[in-house]
C-alpha cells in the first residue's frame, strides 16, 4: 500500500539520519542531521494521524532547539576531534546491542491483542491490528484541548513551571558568571 | 505500519541515543542523544495512542486514546526545557574549563 511504502522510506530515513548524528566526522553536520531526524520524527507522527504533536515537534525542535544547539556547535574548539568517542564504546555498544534485542523479543513476541482484549473487554477495535484510527483522532486538537485543560490541569499547570524554573535557571547559571568576571 | 514495526524503531532510536550519551566526548552531542531519546519515547506514545481501542466518540473515548499525545506534548515541553538548561550548561563549562569535552575532572561546583 502507499501509506506503508511512505512508512518505510520515512523510517530508513529516520534511523540513518539517527546514526548519522553519531557517525558524521563534523559536530556540525550532526547537528543538521539532528533537524533532519527530527523533521522525519514530525512525519511519523502525521503519519500517526496526530498532526498537533506533528506541528508541535516541528516549531519546538526544527525550529528552537536545533538553533540552540547550532549556536553552541560555535563554542567547540577542535572540529576535526569533536565527535571522538572515549574509552567505553566497546563496552556500552554491547549494552546497547543487549538491550535492543531483548526489547525487540519482548516487542515482536507479546500478544497485543490478549493483553488488549483481557484489560479492556469488547472494544470494537484491538490494538495491534486496527484496521481503521479510532474516530477520535480525526478531531483531534480539539479534544486535545479538552482533556489538557480538564484531567491534565495540574500536570500542564507543573510542565509550565517547569519550563519557568529551567529559564531562571539558565539565566542565573550565566548571570553569576557575569558578575564574577566584571570583578 | 503495525504497533511492533513502530515500537521496533522507537527502540532502535533509543539505543542509538543511549550510545551517543555514553560514548561522545562533547558535551554538544551528549545533548543531541539525549533529544532523541526523549523523541523516540514520545513516538512510543504516540503509537500507542494511534492503536489505542476506540469506540465511540465522548469523553471516555478520548481519554482513553488521546492520553498517549497529551503525553507526548509534555515530553516536548520538558526536552524544550532541558535543552536550554543544559546548553546554558555549557555554556559556563565553557567559560570555566575553556573546553566543552567532558573529562573526569568537571566539577559542577566549580561552574
Redesign the interface.
Known amino acids: 500500500m502507499f ?2 511504502a511512505i ?1 518505510y522510506l520515512v ?1 530508513i530515513l ?2 540513518s539520519n ?2 548519522l ?2 557517525f558524521s566526522k563534523n ?1 556540525y553536520r ?2 543538521v542531521f ?1 533537524a533532519f ?2 523533521l522525519c ?1 514530525a512525519a ?2 502525521f ?4 498532526e ?2 506533528g506541528v ?2 516541528i516549531l ?2 526544527v525550529g ?2 536545533s538553533v ?2 547550532a ?3 560555535m ?3 577542535d572540529i576535526e ?6 574509552r ?2 566497546y563496552y ?2 554491547a ?3 543487549i ?2 534485542v531483548s ?2 523479543f519482548f ?2 513476541n507479546f500478544e ?1 491483542n490478549e493483553f ?1 482484549r483481557n484489560i ?1 473487554d469488547g ?8 484496521g ?6 480525526i478531531e ?1 486538537t480539539n ?2 484541548g ?3 485543560t480538564t ?2 490541569m495540574i ?2 499547570q507543573l ?2 513551571l ?2 519557568l ?3 531562571i ?3 542565573a ?2 548571570r553569576i ?1 557575569m558578575n564574577d568576571d566584571s570583578k | 505500519m503495525t504497533l511492533s514495526n513502530l515500537l521496533v524503531i522507537s527502540a532502535i532510536i533509543f539505543v542509538i541515543g543511549l550510545l551517543g550519551t555514553l560514548t561522545k566526548k562533547s558535551t554538544v552531542l551528549v545533548i543531541m542523544s539525549l533529544e532523541l531519546m526523549f523523541n523516540a519515547a514520545a513516538l512510543s506514545f504516540v503509537a500507542f495512542s494511534r492503536f489505542a481501542p476506540g469506540g465511540l466518540l465522548g469523553v471516555e473515548s478520548a481519554s482513553r486514546v488521546l492520553s498517549g499525545q497529551v503525553m507526548a506534548i509534555f515530553i516536548i515541553a520538558i526536552g524544550a526545557a532541558e535543552a536550554a538548561l543544559a546548553l546554558s550548561l555549557v555554556i559556563a563549562i565553557y567559560r570555566e574549563k575553556s573546553s566543552i569535552e567532558i573529562t573526569n575532572s568537571i566539577d559542577i561546583k566549580e561552574v
Not at chain 1, 47 to 50: E, G, K, P, V
Not at chain 1, 132 to 137: D, K, N, Q, R, Y
Request: proline share 1%; aromatic share 10%; with cysteine.
Open positions: 501509506i506503508d512508512f523510517s529516520l534511523i539517527s546514526l548524528i553519531l559536530v550532526s547537528a539532528l531526524s527530527m520524527f511519523m507522527y503519519m500517526l494521524s496526530a498537533f504533536i508541535i515537534q519546538v525542535y528552537a532547539v540552540l544547539i549556536l553552541s556547535v563554542l567547540v574548539k576531534k569533536s565527535t571522538d568517542n572515549n567505553l564504546l556500552s555498544s549494552i546497547g546491542l538491550f535492543l526489547i525487540s516487542i515482536l497485543w488488549s479492556l472494544s470494537n477495535c484491538l490494538l495491534s491490528n486496527c481503521s484510527e479510532p474516530a477520535i483522532l483531534s479534544w486535545l479538552k482533556l489538557i484531567d491534565f500536570a500542564f510542565s509550565g517547569i519550563l524554573a529551567s529559564l535557571g539558565a539565566l547559571l550565566l558568571r
